[in-house]
Every structure is written in C-alpha cells, then in structure tokens.
C-alpha cells in the first residue's frame, strides 16, 4: 500500500466474458492508473458495454481476473459509471437520487448534506447549470438529467471517485456543456483521478484522453498514446472505413411535386430529403410529431399510411421489447400481407428477411429477440419498419442516435436509394454532418424556423449562424 | 410545470373537501364531533388497506389478495388474539413474514405479482374460512376501547388518519430507505447498480404492506367487534382506488402516503353521501365508480395542460 498512489486502480487479466455461443469480451488485458483519461473506442458490438460492466462490476468474468486496489468491489474501490441510457429514478429529487448511490447518508436530516453535495458537484463541473436539487427529475430535460448523472458520478459520496467511466457522456449536451465536462475530466485526471470516456464523436476523444483503446471483435486491436493515432488511423482501426465524402450531387432537380407543408412553413417535395436542425430541444421534434400526428388518425388505419416514423428514443417509442425481430419489421407492413384479416405468415417472413439482408441487421434468426441485438442494430430494425410499409413519406426524429460509424454509412445510402425511388424522408439530427447530407435543411431556433438552406448553403457555418440568436442593440 | 402537476397532493385534497362541503350542505347534523366520527369511522381500516396497497404499487407491483388477507387478518383477531394473545400475536407475525417472502418470490422467480397475489386470494379466504366458518368471534377488549377512544377536540377517525398519514410520510417520503424503495419503483436497475438488494428492498416493501395489512385487519374488528372470512374483500379495489385518487401511479414509484389517506377517505365519504342523496344501495357501487372517474378524468386534465405549459 505503499505506492497507493500510482498503484493501479483497476488491473484486467485477460478477462473474457461469453454469453452463451457469443463471445462478448474475448480475453482483455488492460491496467487504469490514476491520472489516466482513457479513450474507448469500437463500433457497437465491439464489447464496449461488455468491457464497462466487468470493470464497474456489473458482471463477472467468465474466466480471467479482474483486480481493484482497494477492496475487492468495484464500489469501495471507488469506481463508478454514468450510463448512456439514463439510469436515475425519475420520480425522485435530484437530491434523492444522489441518496441511492451514497449509503452513507443516514439519520434525520440526511436531505441537506445530500443537497448540498450534489449541488456542489454540479457547480464544480457545470457551472452556472440552474439545475434544483429538489426538483423532481421527470420535470428536468434529458440534457439536464444526463448532467445530473455526471455529477453523481463525480460526487464524493462517502469516499472518493477513483475511476469514472462514461458512456457516450455527452450524446444529448449541446456543446457549451460538453466543454464544460471535458474540461472538468481533465482537471479531474490531473489530481490523480482516473477516467474511461467512451464517445462516437472522434474530437472529444482526441480532445481528452491520454491513451486510446480500440475495442474490435471482443479483443484489443490497438492501444497507444493519443498522439499516435491520428482520426483516420483511428477509424481504421476500428474496421470501418468511413466513405468520402460524398461529393456535392448539387442540387436534384428531379423532385416531384410538393407534398408536406406545414403551418410552421415546412415544406417537403415527392422525393426530397429534407434536414431539421438547430441546437437540440428548439422544436425539431415537437414539428415532426406534429406533422405526424396530423397526417395519421387514431381511428382509423388505412391500407396504405400516409406517414412512418422512425423513433429515436428506442426504449421509449421504438422498439417492441418482448417481441421478436421479425414481429418488430413486420408490425408495420402487416395490412400490405393480411388476407380476411388474418396475418400471412409467410408474407410477413419474407418482408422480414428481405430486409435484414438489405439493411444489414447481424443477426442469425430474425426470430430471436428484438433485445439480442446490440442499440445500432435495433435501430436498423426500426428503420425497416419504416422503410417495409408503403408510407411515402417517412418522418425521422434523430434517429442515429449512439448508431456507430459503418451503420451510419450503411443508411445513409439506404436514405438515398429511397428517395430515389419517390419516398420523402424528413429528418431531424443533432449531427451536422448528417443534415449536410439533406437536399434542404430547416434550423430551427425558438421553435420556430430560422432560416431555409438548400444545396451548396448547406453548411456548418451557416447552419450554426442560423441556429444561434445574434444579439441586436433594440 | 404548471401549480398543480408540481403539487399532486392538492387535486386529492380539493375532491375531499368538495364532497365534504356537499355532504354538510345535504346533512347539516352531520358537521359534529359525533357525525364526523359516525362518516370516516370506516375510513380508519381502509386508509391502512390503502397504504398496504400502496407500498406494493410502489414498487411497480399491485396485490390483488389484499381484501381476503385483511378478512383472515381480521378472524385471527376475533379468534385466536381474542382467546390466546400470544399464538394470536405469533401468526400475525408469520402473516407478515408470509408477505415479505411473496416478494421476494415475485421477484427472484420474475412472476407476474398480479397472478400471484391473486392466487394469494384463494390461500387467504381459505385459511379465513378455515378459522371462522361462520361469522362470529370477539374483538380483544383493549383494540375496542383503542377503536371507540374518545380524545378531544377531533374524533378517533380524524385523528388516526393524520396520524397515519403522518407516520408513513415520514416513512416513505423522508426517510433515506423510503427513497430507496421509491427508487426500486422509479428505476430498480439503477438501485441495483448502486449496490442495492432489491430483493431485499422488494421484501420489505412486501413485508410493510403486510404489516399495514395486519394493522388495517385489527382495526377493523376493533370497530366491528366481530369478524367473518369475506368482512373485506372490497377492500382489494378500494385501496386500489384510493392510492390511485390520492395521486400515485400504477408504474414509476410515484406514490403519496397522504394522498392515499386521503384518498380512502373521500371514498368511504363518497358512499355516505349517496346515502344522503337517498341513493339506492344498488346504484350506489356505480356512482362511487362514477366518482372515481369524474377525479381522475380531472387529474388527466390538470396533468396535460401542464404538459402543454
């Protein structure tokens, strides 16, 4: 115990984790000391979680070991997580969540320490956040939520946060926020703590971590000092090749006639692909279940609908949870098969298994369980489902979201294949370069729409000059 | 957030007090210390079935036996506490235990609790019937002078509600381990995570809603003085009703104690006042149905034009 200090926090064996036939972590050897800032990189069904939940002692190892320096769980070695799905009890306080993980608070008059830490944590890494540590945490934003979690994670509870893992951290804060996080992870990381920060978006994690781990098959394919990865080499790395860029098409001039226009002034032509953007939570998502909810009844479900959705928030309102991956594509083209009323089995087996192999989803059996699949994979479901019934116009609130690398490029030319043939998509995304990808691009700021952009003016620049409020002298 | 989706406890407290006011505007007579202990008399067992319901609601759960275990609670009291306080003492301490290992049986076996607790039913009723086949029995003398005390300034039924209404507010709303069990309600997995039993958690929410159970089986002979194997077997939809009129949810562990009181006491007032209105018996399970959806339909309103805010 005398070199506590450098000792490592956390040390893996080659540790393997195998669920059934699958394996999910195949034999991994890694040491966190403190002062490291880990990058964890790999696209989804690398073993990322897997890896997360061994080291965090979510699971056990199927063999291998895993070591902490003090104590033998994860917990009294003060290593915590913050989750990409947000893990907090939405019907409690933020102070009160807080109280869950911090057994120490005890007696009458635990609520104001349990107050008072979480608000100092939040005013550590967040500054300025606003955010009531009474207040309940259904009535707070998934942005404001997800800062929470972070200062849970940071907070000191009872002992002290040795090695913090985050999972995709930052995927709902704008970037003001983040800033803020990154900043404090390197802060944090120079007085000795330690850091495991999984993210998608390349710059975070060159901007933070010391050391890169690139996660591919179960296994470690590269591990080095930032510096030497450049992002190319990264993406390499990981096994998917990012494709060029798609040159500028210019403008398609081959639209049909316009077919959705809406009170706000969003408009859509018969095989257009048009782009919401703007900073997250500006309305993008409230106008695109508008237009849904308008274009579809309650009542009555033709044989042909008009519109198909695809959820981005799949827990909430996406996928069937209990069903399986065939039930989940199907549900939407069922009517198209339906003879009497009665579903065509074998109709509805072919519309699935045509689109697992011309959307990709990894998958042996489309009969397995919807669950089974890794986030990127339901997600290709979801888009199946959408893309299987015969809606010409399909509606697309942030659906990438935590989708890794190869499957983004995978839809995006499934997108273009579609809209060629007459489909109109409207799609909202909190990532530019998605929406660059659009014919024409709404940003909304205020919930309102703050400017039109089409073609060549399809840019960051002006995306985020349209985006952003400039002050005016009145 | 609008006023009232913050404060749920004000749409529970708003129906009680209009139907109190439409209650005293019917009978006058009845705003005394005498008529006011004669309206919420009943309302005592049945906030404790409330608050026993309530515990299982919170943890996402819903306990369809409560009714027939309130009656076999009830016909141990009239019998064996009556007779033998010791074995009477004994097996309603087993009752409780019994609850707790529902719990976390439903839990670690992942069974449906609205199948077991139905099933539940059928053990329950049996076993009263077992012990009491015909109605009969006698209430233990101290639980009837605890029931008929006559403290001053309020009546006992006013009193006990805001005494239970208190005690399990502290316990549920404020305490470190009540937030725990919400939380269990709200999220088990991140419970779990932060290294929680919840099976333990789930035992215990299981075994309190037995012990309020028991509590709401021993006050209710001790009003009755007598006890029979199907005394309370309403009493399973009621404290269903009740906790859902006090403001909590069926998921989510959002739940209130107070409201639950509250609400078991606008229920047993909402029979009452049909009385006044000279209502059929027959007619009056639907108008107390009907009152259930007139407070709900209101809270379905209150909540959506918050949302919209």
């Given at each position: 115990?005398?070199?506590?200090?450098?000792?490592?926090?956390?040390?893996?064996?080659?540790?393997?984790?195998?669920?059934?036939?699958?394996?999910?972590?195949?034999?991994?050897?890694?040491?966190?000391?403190?002062?490291?800032?880990?990058?964890?990189?790999?696209?989804?069904?690398?073993?990322?979680?897997?890896?997360?939940?061994?080291?965090?002692?979510?699971?056990?190892?199927?063999?291998?070991?895993?070591?902490?320096?003090?104590?033998?769980?994860?917990?009294?070695?003060?290593?915590?997580?913050?989750?990409?799905?947000?893990?907090?009890?939405?019907?409690?306080?933020?102070?009160?969540?807080?109280?869950?993980?911090?057994?120490?608070?005890?007696?009458?008059?635990?609520?104001?320490?349990?107050?008072?830490?979480?608000?100092?944590?939040?005013?550590?890494?967040?500054?300025?956040?606003?955010?009531?540590?009474?207040?309940?945490?259904?009535?707070?934003?998934?942005?404001?939520?997800?800062?929470?979690?972070?200062?849970?994670?940071?907070?000191?509870?009872?002992?002290?946060?040795?090695?913090?893992?985050?999972?995709?951290?930052?995927?709902?804060?704008?970037?003001?926020?983040?800033?803020?996080?990154?900043?404090?992870?390197?802060?944090?990381?120079?007085?000795?703590?330690?850091?495991?920060?999984?993210?998608?978006?390349?710059?975070?994690?060159?901007?933070?971590?010391?050391?890169?781990?690139?996660?591919?098959?179960?296994?470690?394919?590269?591990?080095?000092?930032?510096?030497?990865?450049?992002?190319?080499?990264?993406?390499?790395?990981?096994?998917?090749?990012?494709?060029?860029?798609?040159?500028?098409?210019?403008?398609?001039?081959?639209?049909?006639?316009?077919?959705?226009?809406?009170?706000?002034?969003?408009?859509?032509?018969?095989?257009?692909?048009?782009?919401?953007?703007?900073?997250?939570?500006?309305?993008?998502?409230?106008?695109?279940?508008?237009?849904?909810?308008?274009?579809?009844?309650?009542?009555?479900?033709?044989?042909?609908?008009?519109?198909?959705?695809?959820?981005?928030?799949?827990p909430?309102?996406?996928v069937l949870p209990l069903w399986s991956i065939?039930?989940n594509?199907?549900?939407?083209?069922?009517?198209?098969?339906?003879?009497?009323?009665?579903?065509?089995?074998?109709?509805?087996?072919?519309?699935?298994?045509?689109?697992?192999?011309?959307?990709?989803?990894?998958?042996?059996?489309?009969?397995n369980q919807i669950l089974s699949l890794s986030g990127?994979?339901q997600?290709?479901?979801?888009?199946?489902?959408?893309?299987?019934?015969?809606?010409?116009?399909?509606?697309?609130?942030?659906?990438?979201?935590?989708?890794?690398?190869?499957?983004?490029?995978?839809?995006?030319?499934?997108?273009?294949?579609?809209?060629?043939?007459?489909?109109?998509?409207?799609?909202?995304?909190?990532?530019?370069?998605?929406?660059?990808?659009?014919?024409?691009?709404?940003?909304?700021?205020?919930?309102?729409?703050?400017?039109?952009?089409?073609?060549?003016?399809?840019?960051?620049?002006?995306?985020?000059?349209?985006?952003?409020?400039?002050?005016?002298?009145? | 957030?609008?006023?009232?989706?913050?404060?749920?406890?004000?749409?529970?407290?708003?129906?009680?007090?209009?139907?109190?006011?439409?209650?005293?505007?019917?009978?006058?007579?009845?705003?005394?210390?005498?008529?006011?202990?004669?309206?919420?008399?009943?309302?005592?067992?049945?906030?404790?079935?409330?608050?026993?319901?309530?515990?299982?609601?919170?943890?996402?759960?819903?306990?369809?036996?409560?009714?027939?275990?309130?009656?076999?609670?009830?016909?141990?009291?009239?019998?064996?506490?009556?007779?033998?306080?010791?074995?009477?003492?004994?097996?309603?301490?087993?009752?409780?235990?019994?609850?707790?290992?529902?719990?976390?049986?439903?839990?670690?076996?992942?069974?449906?609790?609205?199948?077991?607790?139905?099933?539940?039913?059928?053990?329950?009723?049996?076993?009263?019937?077992?012990?009491?086949?015909?109605?009969?029995?006698?209430?233990?003398?101290?639980?009837?002078?605890?029931?008929?005390?006559?403290?001053?300034?309020?009546?006992?039924?006013?009193?006990?509600?805001?005494?239970?209404?208190?005690?399990?507010?502290?316990?549920?709303?404020?305490?470190?381990?009540?937030?725990?069990?919400?939380?269990?309600?709200?999220?088990?997995?991140?419970?779990?995570?932060?290294?929680?039993?919840?099976?333990?958690?789930?035992?215990?929410?299981?075994?309190?809603?037995?012990?309020?159970?028991?509590?709401?089986?021993?006050?209710?002979?001790?009003?009755?003085?007598?006890?029979?194997?199907?005394?309370?077997?309403?009493?399973?939809?009621?404290?269903?009703?009740?906790?859902?009129?006090?403001?909590?949810?069926?998921?989510?562990?959002?739940?209130?104690?107070?409201?639950?009181?509250?609400?078991?006491?606008?229920?047993?007032?909402?029979?009452?006042?049909?009385?006044?209105?000279?209502?059929?018996?027959?007619?009056?399970?639907?108008?107390?149905?009907?009152?259930?959806?007139?407070?709900?339909?209101?809270?379905?309103?209150?909540?959506?034009?918050?949302?919209?805010?």
């Amino acid at each position: 115990m005398t070199d506590h200090k450098s000792a490592p926090v956390v040390t893996l064996l080659d540790a393997a984790k195998h669920f059934g036939p699958v394996r999910a972590l195949d034999g991994v050897s890694l040491a966190v000391k403190p002062g490291d800032c880990i990058g964890l990189v790999g696209h989804n069904g690398a073993g990322k979680s897997t890896l997360v939940n061994l080291i965090n002692g979510g699971l056990s190892p199927s063999s291998g070991e895993i070591r902490f320096s003090d104590g033998t769980a994860a917990l009294e070695a003060g290593v915590r997580s913050v989750f990409q799905e947000l893990s907090l009890c939405p019907n409690l306080t933020v102070a009160e969540n807080l109280r869950i993980s911090h057994k120490a608070l005890k007696g009458p008059g635990w609520r104001r320490p349990a107050r008072v830490e979480i608000l100092q944590s939040l005013d550590r890494i967040f500054p300025a956040h606003g955010i009531d540590p009474n207040a309940e945490v259904d009535t707070l934003s998934i942005a404001e939520r997800q800062m929470v979690e972070i200062a849970i994670g940071f907070a000191p509870r009872g002992t002290a946060a040795r090695l913090v893992i985050l999972d995709e951290p930052t995927s709902s804060l704008d970037a003001g926020i983040a800033d803020q996080l990154l900043a404090h992870i390197k802060r944090f990381c120079a007085d000795g703590g330690a850091v495991v920060f999984i993210s998608h978006m390349m710059g975070e994690v060159f901007e933070v971590a010391n050391r890169i781990i690139v996660l591919k098959d179960g296994r470690i394919v590269a591990e080095r000092a930032t510096a030497d990865f450049t992002r190319q080499g990264l993406v390499d790395a990981m096994g998917h090749v990012t494709a060029e860029t798609a040159d500028a098409e210019g403008i398609r001039q081959d639209l049909g006639p316009e077919i959705v226009r809406t009170d706000q002034g969003l408009s859509a032509r018969k095989g257009e692909i048009v782009g919401l953007s703007g900073l997250a939570g500006h309305g993008q998502a409230a106008a695109l279940a508008r237009l849904y909810l308008s274009r579809s009844s309650s009542w009555r479900y033709g044989r042909t609908p008009d519109v198909a959705f695809v959820a981005g928030d799949r827990p909430r309102d996406g996928v069937l949870p209990l069903w399986s991956i065939l039930r989940n594509i199907s549900i939407s083209a069922l009517r198209q098969g339906a003879r009497r009323g009665l579903v065509d089995r074998h109709a509805e087996a072919d519309v699935a298994a045509q689109w697992k192999d011309r959307i990709g989803i990894r998958t042996d059996d489309v009969r397995n369980q919807i669950l089974s699949l890794s986030g990127g994979n339901q997600q290709k479901v979801l888009f199946a489902r959408a893309l299987a019934s015969p809606a010409s116009v399909v509606i697309m609130d942030d659906p990438m979201r935590g989708v890794d690398v190869g499957t983004k490029q995978d839809v995006y030319a499934m997108i273009r294949a579609e809209a060629a043939r007459g489909r109109t998509f409207l799609w909202y995304s909190t990532e530019t370069e998605e929406v660059c990808q659009c014919d024409r691009v709404f940003v909304f700021r205020n919930h309102e729409i703050s400017a039109e952009l089409t073609g060549a003016d399809i840019t960051e620049e002006n995306i985020l000059a349209a985006s952003f409020e400039l002050q005016e002298a009145s | 957030m609008s006023f009232l989706a913050r404060h749920r406890i004000i749409l529970p407290v708003v129906s009680l007090a209009v139907l109190l006011a439409a209650t005293f505007y019917m009978q006058p007579r009845a705003m005394s210390y005498f008529g006011l202990n004669l309206l919420f008399n009943l309302a005592v067992p049945i906030a404790l079935a409330t608050i026993a319901q309530m515990m299982i609601i919170m943890v996402n759960d819903i306990d369809l036996s409560l009714g027939a275990f309130v009656s076999l609670v009830a016909c141990v009291t009239a019998t064996f506490l009556h007779d033998t306080p010791m074995l009477g003492l004994l097996i309603l301490m087993a009752l409780i235990l019994a609850y707790a290992a529902l719990g976390a049986l439903i839990h670690t076996l992942d069974l449906p609790a609205i199948v077991v607790t139905l099933g539940m039913s059928f053990v329950w009723g049996g076993l009263a019937l077992f012990i009491l086949p015909s109605p009969g029995g006698a209430s233990p003398d101290w639980l009837r002078s605890l029931m008929t005390v006559k403290p001053p300034f309020a009546p006992m039924a006013v009193v006990a509600s805001i005494i239970i209404a208190v005690v399990t507010h502290l316990l549920i709303m404020r305490s470190g381990i009540g937030t725990v069990l919400r939380g269990v309600g709200g999220n088990a997995r991140s419970v779990e995570r932060a290294g929680w039993s919840v099976i333990r958690l789930k035992a215990l929410a299981y075994g309190l809603a037995g012990l309020f159970g028991v509590l709401a089986g021993m006050a209710l002979v001790g009003l009755t003085t007598a006890a029979d194997a199907n005394i309370a077997l309403r009493y399973t939809l009621l404290s269903i009703a009740g906790v859902i009129l006090g403001g909590g949810e069926f998921i989510g562990g959002k739940v209130s104690p107070t409201g639950a009181v509250i609400g078991a006491l606008t229920l047993t007032l909402a029979a009452s006042f049909l009385s006044f209105m000279r209502l059929s018996p027959d007619w009056q399970i639907g108008a107390q149905g009907a009152i259930l959806i007139l407070v709900l339909t209101a809270r379905l309103i209150f909540r959506q034009k918050g949302a919209e805010a």
